[in-house]
T-cell receptor, first 112, second 112 residues
Framework: DGGITQSPKYLFRKEGQNVTLSCEQNLNHDAMYWYRQDPGQGLRLIYYSQIVNDFQKGDIAEGYSVSREKKESFPLTVTSAQKNPTAFYLC???????????FGNGTRLTVT | AQSVTQPDIHITVSEGASLELRCNYSYGATPYLFWYVQSPGQGLQLLLKYFSGDTLVQGIKGFEAEFKRSQSSFNLRKPSVHWSDAAEYFCAGLNTGNQFYFGTGTSLTVIP
């Protein structure tokens, strides 16, 4: 079955360390997205990519970086510059403009 | 700016009772609208979508939603709730620039 795989499900890091969250899709979708979810705040867009080797900042890109070297993969790096990195991170993909988003099962990052 | 508002942070219903979750949108043109469901620690699953045409749309798991332009609403309904429907529900919109915007969610508790 096609879908989006996020790994790991839980991630623990010490403050000051960079950490990379994996997102892989086999849906052959061109566009991929990263969202951050905090209680009571809904989903906030971090970065998105509509095509390989191209990506754009979302509403809360500071302290994050991404790459899109392959269509299937869109890893997110949470850098030490992100002031409050503990959150639930969701990756999504989209078949084309005006299509629904398909979501992975998320990665819960805890930084202490 | 485009937005969707979910006025109810939390709703409790009895199993077997009917359900209506509210969503109001703010957008000049007719937006594309979606309802997603999220179980704890999971990603978002698409329940249904409205693009145009018939204002009553059917979704998965027995859910339906009605688009009412006069009220700027897109409320989600289910005639008889099951305990497994307990989850977080998100309304989302998509504008002509292919930008998604999410509500802050409604948490549903189902009591036996």
């Amino acid at each position: 079955d096609g879908g989006i795989t996020q790994s790991p499900k839980y991630l623990f890091r010490k403050e000051g360390q960079n950490v990379t969250l994996s997102c892989e899709q086999n849906l052959n979708h061109d566009a991929m997205y990263w969202y951050r979810q905090d209680p009571g705040q809904g989903l906030r867009l971090i970065y998105y990519s509509q095509i390989v080797n191209d990506f754009q900042k979302g509403d809360i890109a500071e302290g994050y970086s991404v790459s899109r070297e392959k269509k299937e993969s869109f890893p997110l790096t949470v850098t030490s510059a992100q002031k409050n990195p503990t959150a639930f991170y969701l990756c999504a993909s989209q078949k084309g403009d005006n299509s629904p988003l398909h979501f992975g099962n998320g990665t819960r990052l805890t930084v202490t | 700016a485009q937005s969707v508002t979910q006025p109810d942070i939390h709703i409790t219903v009895s199993e077997g009772a009917s359900l209506e979750l509210r969503c109001n949108y703010s957008y000049g043109a007719t937006p594309y609208l979606f309802w997603y469901v999220q179980s704890p620690g999971q990603g978002l699953q698409l329940l249904l979508k409205y693009f145009s045409g018939d204002t009553l749309v059917q979704g998965i798991k027995g859910f339906e939603a009605e688009f009412k332009r006069s009220q700027s609403s897109f409320n989600l309904r289910k005639p008889s709730v099951h305990w497994s429907d307990a989850a977080e529900y998100f309304c989302a919109g998509l504008n002509t620039g292919n930008q998604f915007y999410f509500g802050t969610g409604t948490s549903l508790t189902v009591i036996p």
